[in-house]
């Protein structure tokens, strides 16, 4: 973590010193995690920062300017339907990112188990009869991206109503909000299913990973993409995620930025309308909650195998004890309003 702590300073060095000194000292006051989930933590949120910070994004802000500039009768769209629309879904902003770089590395190849203990992963041959070395074919490219982030205070409202804060946040500003969040979470196994020893993770994981999902199915939908040509990728601990097209040519079609820019409040609809209904409930529901008829994609587009999904995280269900699990789309979790 010190090394992520060390990009921290080196990111704040343009600020005045007493303004970075409070930064750090609230880092390393609120932020308790040890070993590999530090490690972990640091990174993830680096990452995410750096796509926020460093790479050509577009807010909803931007669309205004532009609409004020070329057409006026959009702001409406831009200032009430969008805004509704984010509210209504729990998300705190979405962005467009215009120059995301993705890099492609195969290792290998595999057959007929999926499980990591059950299979054998196959190496490419060495490029020379005697060479001992494994080549690693890469490929970089740069693409659109739409960034999500879902509310924060939504979801602690979410954890709450589901029983999962059994230690209050010793305040109720962001950084400690987030903090406590970020305290809780585990290191993931992408092979391996959340057990029930690690609830805030479990739930906070399995939210943003099947709301991603949904965002995912319905953008194949209403963008035109082909279903393997659109993944993602996952900021948990940020209550964030990517969605962006695999696009392997020096130019995009500007597909995301259509949906962006056009259709935003229709794709957020349509995630909420089309995702809580199955056709085989109530089997689905009962049983793992996601299936390939609702919630599984192409597992060349998500990089947790289509694992920890489950449709209760956003709609809710009556459990098997009887217990009602709120989702996050319950009214009850509602925030007032959201700043764009």
């Known amino acids: 973590m010190q090394a992520h ?24 006051q609120l932020i308790t ?15 995410f920062v750096r796509i926020r910070e460093s790479l050509h994004v577009v807010t909803i802000k931007d669309l205004e300017q532009k609409a004020r500039q070329e057409n006026s009768s959009r702001l409406p ?6 805004r509704q629309a984010l509210l209504s879904t729990g998300l705190a902003d979405l962005h467009l990112i215009g120059d995301v770089p993705v890099t492609t590395v195969p290792i290998g190849c ?25 080549p690693l074919y ?10 999500f982030r879902l509310d924060l205070r939504r979801v602690m409202r979410w954890l709450r109503l589901n029983g999962l804060i059994t230690e209050e946040p010793a305040a109720d500003d962001e950084a400690t909000l987030h903090a406590w969040i970020l305290n809780r979470m585990k290191t993931v196994n992408p092979f391996r299913e959340i057990t029930r020893d690690h609830p ?70 349509a995630v909420m309308n089309a995702g809580e209904i199955c056709i085989d409930d109530p089997v689905c ?16 587009s998500c990089e947790y195998f289509n694992r920890n999904l489950h449709r209760k995280y956003l709609f809710g269900r009556l459990e098997p004890d009887g217990r009602e699990y709120s989702g996050y789309w319950d009214q009850r979790c509602a925030v007032e309003q959201i700043a764009m």
């Open 5 to 28: 702590l060390d990009a921290v300073q080196q990111g704040l060095a343009g600020a005045g010193g007493d303004h970075r000194r409070r930064v750090l000292a609230q880092v390393r």
């Open 33 to 47: 995690l040890q070993g590999e989930d530090l490690e972990e933590t640091g990174r993830e949120l680096l990452e």
């Open 77 to 82: 769209l831009y200032q009430e339907t969008y």
């Open 110 to 134: 595999t057959r007929n188990q999926r499980e990591a203990d059950e299979t054998v992963i196959r190496a490419f041959p060495g490029l020379q009869p005697k060479d001992p070395r494994t």
């Open 138 to 147: 890469t490929e970089t490219t740069e693409t659109e991206a739409l960034l």
């Open 200 to 269: 805030v993770t479990q739930a906070i994981f399995g939210l943003v990973l099947s709301f991603r999902h949904l965002v995912l199915r319905q953008a194949v939908i209403l963008s035109g993409f082909d279903r393997t040509s659109v993944s993602e990728y996952l900021f948990p601990r940020a209550l964030s995620f990517v969605l962006y097209s695999k696009n392997r040519t020096a130019f995009t079609i500007g597909g995301l930025y259509t949906l962006f820019e056009q259709t935003l409040h229709e794709h957020l609809r």
């Open 285 to 300: 529901l009962e049983e793992t909650g996601a299936c390939h008829a609702c919630m599984h994609i192409s597992e060349m």
